[in-house]
């Protein structure tokens, strides 16, 4: 197998200075611009990058993106085929049509924030940017700025409240229109922005990368010149939610200044979100007396409440999502999480004041008051006595239960043992009194994990097919489980400073307290996250997909020690041991149950074609998780996690 050239070789042709929209895809500026993400670090680092500015060609490729009308003829979001079994678990959530009016305005905006944002940027630009707060209805003179056709913008639409917004649930972006007709229309004109961003990198066109990192950037910048200018600006729903968007799209946008940006950033919004008072608790139990005689009045508030809720879980969401991927701790505290958790979804999607009205009365039979849901943290508190039951968990409900604080005390007590344990010899395990107390609360934590499996489990056990929503659950339920069972840290740090596979045997141990545990774990979460249908796929589902692949890589390494070799990690496995098939396998599978408990059997997985893939050694997982990216949509983060997957495989199949 050919080696990669050398860094010097490879960088020493690539010049920051010429770095342009044109060359940007380049296969040498792609592998500079991919080594120097911060995380998803598995090989080892490339010196010298150059310094590219990345930023500028992004907004460069953003402004000739706005002057092509004949682009958006090209760009069509993720769509699954409506016959497809995976089609039925979609939620399909339809915008409402976007007016000529409506696109003219958001146009008019659009060339205001991207002047604003080159200006920043010492992008050269045509006119010095006007005053956000004096736009009005007249101010319709866009520039070259050129929108997508209203129909087009509302395709774009549809495929963002199918993918982010059942995710991340606000109630307000199907609302284009209306959301625009405000007298301050900057704000709901930035989500908006970044609703178009985040749909266009279902279209899989080169494009699309300027496209939505470009409005990330614009969106950025002008958020944060706004709350500068004007502090009180800071506890605006539709900011707060503009700065999740932000963060999200930037985590996951595969590039480094974005990614920086969002670690950076998030302790901000956080910040603003927590001194905000949409986190401030209200009692929102209601009179049903009251509600049946000012029935309108009552919706409108209620709807009001139920969007700052859901702001608020959502946020929690996004914590968590970026504590497990990017491996730092949570931001947000369970003691803060005092509102109401959202209402269920025959409430939300209630399209008239009757028809809420009408629900409220039969989830009220036999009472006088509608009793809002409990918070998060008084629901935590009854799940630790035990006085959570399964009937009153609904999906999302068992997903921030998962959240907060459960991933928080794995992520801490992790960091904990990382330190305490790690000695000069990396192949042992330094064990004192304060490592073995938390070794005992890593233990709690574990059969936290199990207490919420049992009360999960009930409610999906008969779903043959879940919802989009109990799926994610789970898949985030086993990848938090995995690092209660391994240190991930550890896994990704020797992947990177080991000379193969060899050297990695000797500690792999040390990295995995559990290998059958693991490779279940792992088994479920890829079993769950294949099933996921392309469109609406969590932007974070190649960050899953490398976690497996590490994980399980490392598993195989940990049973066939301690001398190592393609030809004894083979040999090691009886020709009598019977196979697992851990991604096909449902979790209370009689097979699983005894590989689980008595360490019978061998893990395999289940390919389309009905074959079994045994997993031998550590390439094998590796290669199989590559295939499963090279069928995902081919956004710049999902590349770039595969290519550092192909560099480890390639890196490592030469030993052995």
């Known amino acids: ?144 700025v050129v929108l997508p056709p209203v129909s087009t913008l509302e395709s774009f639409f549809n495929a963002y ?48 990368y300027f ?146 009205l009408r629900v409220i009365e039969q989830k009220s039979i036999g009472y006088r008051t509608y009793a809002a849901n409990p918070s998060l943290c008084e629901l935590f508190r009854g799940f630790a006595d035990g006085r959570t039951t399964p009937s009153r968990v609904s999906p999302w409900t068992l997903q921030l239960l998962l959240h907060h604080p459960i991933q928080s005390m794995v992520c801490h007590v992790r960091q904990y043992l990382e330190c305490i344990e790690q000695s000069g010899n990396s192949r042992k395990s330094l064990r004192t009194t304060t490592s073995n107390s938390m070794r005992g609360q890593l233990s709690q934590v574990q059969s936290l994990l199990g207490q919420w499996w049992d009360l999960a489990h009930p409610t999906f056990a008969n779903d043959f097919e879940p919802c989009l929503q109990t799926r994610i659950t789970l898949i985030l339920y086993h990848l938090i489980s995995l690092n209660a069972v391994t240190s991930f840290a550890m896994i990704e740090n020797l992947m990177r400073e080991t000379n193969g596979p ?46 497996v692949a590490l994980v399980a890589s490392v598993c195989t390494l940990a049973n066939s020690r301690p001398q190592w070799s393609m030809q004894a990690g083979m040999s090691h496995k009886s020709h009598n041991a019977k196979v697992v098939l851990i991604n096909h396998c449902l979790p209370d599978d009689h097979v699983l149950e005894i590989y689980r408990k008595s360490r019978e059997g061998e893990p395999a997985l289940l390919m389309d074609d009905g074959s079994v893939l045994e997993i031998l050694w550590t390439v094998t997982i590796i290669d199989y998780c590559v295939d499963l990216l090279n069928h995902d949509l081919a956004t710049a983060f999902s590349l770039g996690v595969r290519n550092r997957l192909e560099t480890l495989s390639s890196r490592w199949g030469t030993f052995g």
């Open 1 to 144: 197998m050919a080696k990669r050239p050398s860094s010097p070789k490879l960088h020493g042709r690539v010049n920051p200075s010429s770095l342009t929209v044109a060359n940007f895809y380049d296969t040498e500026v792609v592998q500079v611009v991919q080594n120097a993400w911060p995380k998803f670090r598995c090989n080892p680092a490339r010196s010298e990058l150059p310094n590219f500015k990345n930023t500028s060609t992004h907004l460069q490729g953003l402004a000739e993106i706005l002057k092509d009308q004949d682009m958006w003829n090209e760009w069509h979001p993720a769509v699954d085929e409506p016959t497809s079994p995976a089609s039925r678990t979609i939620p399909h959530v339809r915008c409402e049509p976007v007016h000529s009016h409506t696109r003219d305005k958001l146009a008019s905006i659009t060339q205001t924030m991207l002047s604003a944002t080159l200006q920043r940027h010492n992008v050269v630009t045509e006119s010095a940017a006007p005053s956000l707060y004096n736009m009005d209805e007249t101010c319709t003179s866009h520039g070259y």
């Open 161 to 208: 409240a199918n993918r982010i917004e059942y995710t991340y649930p606000s109630g307000t972006t199907t609302t284009p229109n209306e959301m625009l007709a405000s007298k301050q229309p900057w704000i709901p004109a930035l989500l908006l922005l970044l609703m178009l961003g985040a749909s266009a990198i279902g279209t899989e066109s080169r494009k699309s």
């Open 211 to 356: 496209f939505s990192i470009g409005l990330t950037e614009v969106a950025r910048v002008n958020m944060l010149r706004a709350v500068d200018d004007n502090s009180e600006l800071r506890s605006e729903p539709l900011l707060l939610q503009c700065a999740l968007l932000v963060t999200v799209l930037a985590a996951f946008s595969g590039d480094k200044y974005q990614m920086n940006a969002a670690t950076g950033n998030r302790a901000a919004y956080i910040a603003m979100l927590t001194q905000s008072s949409v986190m401030q608790h209200s009692n929102q139990s209601m009179s049903i007396t009251d509600r049946r005689s000012n029935t309108e009045a009552s919706f409108a508030k209620w709807k009001e409440f139920e969007c700052q809720n859901r702001l608020v879980y959502s946020w929690t969401s996004v914590d968590v999502e970026l504590s497990l991927f990017y491996d730092t701790p949570p931001l947000m505290c369970i003691n803060d999480m005092r509102v109401a958790i959202p209402s269920g979804n025959r409430l939300w999607q209630a399209v008239s004041a009757a028809d809420w």
């Open 502 to 547: 060899g050297e990695m045997s000797q500690s792999a141990h040390l990295c995995v307290d559990d290998v059958e545990d693991a490779f279940f774990h792992t088994g479920q979460a890829l079993r769950h996250l294949k099933a996921l249908p392309i469109s609406v796929r969590p932007l974070w589902w190649p960050a899953a997909i490398y976690r």
